[in-house]
């Protein structure tokens, strides 16, 4: 009857119809998360995190607001985003901050100690990646560099290197409240 192969017709077009419906809404999406790991760590290395303390090693997953403390005789490599590489020296500490959820803002605090960065892609319009010191920022903009800090008293000596590429850099005059 000619009914009953409508109503087949109907029901298989209404199947096709949620079945896509339900692919486009379920489908999984792709992540947009940071990927920042320990790429290489030599010797002993902590994490500090929500004022907890934890053994870094190989392939962890780091987090905005980490700190990361290299012990003496020991190094440690980061990766970031699969193309910026982060070497922190012996005893060196350093806080992480970035936005979570996309690579457009990269800060590394240098409190103590150096690290050499080598940055392998040009940064995107918009995406910004700065090394900041207690009294300097330095804005990479695809570079290989490396940044020094040395507290003598109560003075710190920032030494700044660049290998290739270009960067940019505020000093600030702790007396005086300016920048340079």
């Not at 990927?35 to 905005?64: C, D, F, H, P, V």
């Not at 959820?101 to 409190?111: A, G, M, N």
Request: aromatic share 6%.
């Amino acid at each position: 009857p000619p009914i009953v192969k409508l109503v087949a017709q109907v029901l298989a077009a209404v199947v096709v119809v949620v079945t896509v419906v339900c692919i486009l809404l379920f489908r999984p999406v792709e992540e947009t998360y940071r990927n920042i790991k320990i790429y290489k760590i030599e010797g002993t290395s902590e994490i500090i995190r929500n004022n907890e303390s934890l053994e870094a090693y190989e392939q962890m997953s780091l987090k905005n607001n980490d700190e990361i403390v290299v012990s003496d005789e020991s190094n440690l490599i980061l990766i970031l985003d699969n193309d910026k590489y982060i070497c922190l020296d012996e005893n060196t500490k350093i806080k992480l901050i970035s936005s979570e959820k996309d690579s457009s803002k990269t800060v590394i605090e240098l409190k103590e100690g150096k690290i050499i960065g080598e940055v392998k892609e040009k940064l995107k319009d918009g995406e910004t990646f700065e090394v900041e010191t207690p009294n300097s920022v330095m804005a990479i903009r695809g570079t290989t560099f490396s940044v020094e800090v040395d507290e003598e008293t109560e003075e710190y000596e920032v030494t700044y290197q660049v290998v290739d590429g270009v960067i940019e850099v505020l000093i600030f005059d702790q007396t005086t409240g300016s920048t340079k």
